[in-house]
Structures are given as structure tokens and as C-alpha cells.
């Protein structure tokens, strides 16, 4: 059974930053691609940022400049560094990891206070 646990969120005021984390067990092949989603109250989950096992980004346009995804195969773990958060950025964040099928984390938190 593959399982993804996030960790890094938190409260953190406008301006700051945190780094997001999520570690997949129960696999030993290298995802395709691996992925953080966001979820606000009310609103779709949203794509943030994904990367590739041959390291090719892409960003939400909302974050590109100031969020980094990068991801460490040998240990199947996939980070997000978020820079200049905004209160926009507020909303639950989603660890995602891809191979013939989607996994999906539990989510963490991430309030930004303005």
C-alpha cells in the first residue's frame, strides 16, 4: 500500500516561508511525476506544482517566482519551498505522486495571516 505523509505546514505571517514535505512509503519505484495541490475553503483544488523524475517543472502561474518544487528520488520524497507567502496562499495543501495511478496525501494546512 503506497502512502504519502506531508509535513511543513503551519502559520506563518505574509511575507514568510515554509517548506513542505512528503515522503512516500510502500513503493520502491521512482514516481513519473510528483505534485503539490492546493484546496481553499470553497473553492476546486487548484495545481500548484509539479516536477517530473527527469526534474522538469511546472508552476501555477499564481506562484511562479516564489514557490520551488524540487524532489529527491532515492527517497521518494517531494518538496515545496514557498517563499513571499500571501494570504491567498492560504488553503490545504496536497501532496500528489503518479505511477499508471494517482496517490493523493492526507493534506496539511498552510494559513497565511495578512
Known amino acids: 500500500q503506497v502512502l504519502l505523509v506531508e509535513s511543513g505546514g503551519g502559520l506563518v505571517q505574509a511575507g514568510g516561508s515554509l517548506r513542505l514535505s512528503c515522503a512516500a512509503a510502500?513503493?520502491?519505484?521512482?514516481?513519473?511525476?510528483m505534485g503539490w495541490y492546493r484546496q481553499a475553503p470553497g473553492k476546486q483544488r487548484e495545481l500548484v506544482a509539479t516536477?517530473?523524475?527527469?526534474?522538469?517543472?511546472n508552476y501555477a502561474d499564481s506562484v511562479k517566482g516564489r514557490f520551488t518544487i524540487s524532489r529527491d528520488n532515492a527517497k521518494n520524497t517531494v518538496y515545496l519551498q514557498m517563499n513571499s507567502l500571501k494570504p491567498e496562499d492560504t488553503a490545504v495543501y496536497f501532496c500528489?505522486?503518479?505511477?499508471?495511478?494517482?496517490?493523493w496525501g492526507q493534506g496539511t494546512q498552510v494559513t497565511v495571516s495578512s
Open positions: 510502500g513503493i520502491t519505484f521512482s514516481f513519473d511525476a
Open positions: 500528489n505522486a503518479r505511477l499508471i495511478v494517482d496517490y
Open positions: 516536477i517530473t523524475s527527469g526534474t522538469s517543472t
